[in-house]
């Protein structure tokens, strides 16, 4: 089992940057692919980024392109999400989930969820 924890939400204007946390323990050698999802009220989930875990390689949906940036910290086993230029549209929960596949943007691919943080971007 792998558990995710969350962290880095809150309410922030249009322009401004989070950065989100996705802290990673028990058996984290089973993990191949680290993604961010997120959810908007009344709207499906929907694919953010993702991580390969073994060749570092990035991969991000068109909309948030050049605004948002994962990385990990080996050492701590956390991703980030590093979110600049918010706009209100990137308002959401943002979940980080953990799976054997390395880039997929399929969420059916992700074993272990973290439990959500809300981000809110105001006009």
């Known amino acids: 089992q792998v558990q995710l924890v969350e962290s880095g939400g809150g309410l922030v204007q249009a322009g401004d940057s989070l950065r989100l946390s996705c802290a990673a323990s028990?058996?984290?050698?089973?993990?191949?692919?680290m993604g961010w999802f997120r959810q908007a009220p009344g709207k499906e989930r929907e694919f953010v980024g993702v991580?390969?875990?073994?060749?570092?390689?990035?991969d991000y949906t068109n909309s948030v392109k050049g605004r948002f940036t994962i990385s990990r910290d080996n050492a701590k086993n956390t991703v980030y999400l590093q979110m600049n230029n918010l706009k209100p549209e990137d308002t959401a929960v943002y979940y980080c989930?953990?799976?054997?596949?390395?880039?997929?943007?399929?969420?059916?691919?992700?074993?272990?969820w973290g439990q959500g943080t809300q981000v809110t971007v105001s006009s």
């Open positions: 989930a953990a799976g054997r596949y390395g880039g997929t943007r399929w969420q059916y691919d992700y074993s272990f």
């Open positions: 028990g058996r984290t050698s089973s993990i191949y692919g």
């Open positions: 991580m390969n875990w073994l060749v570092h390689s990035t």
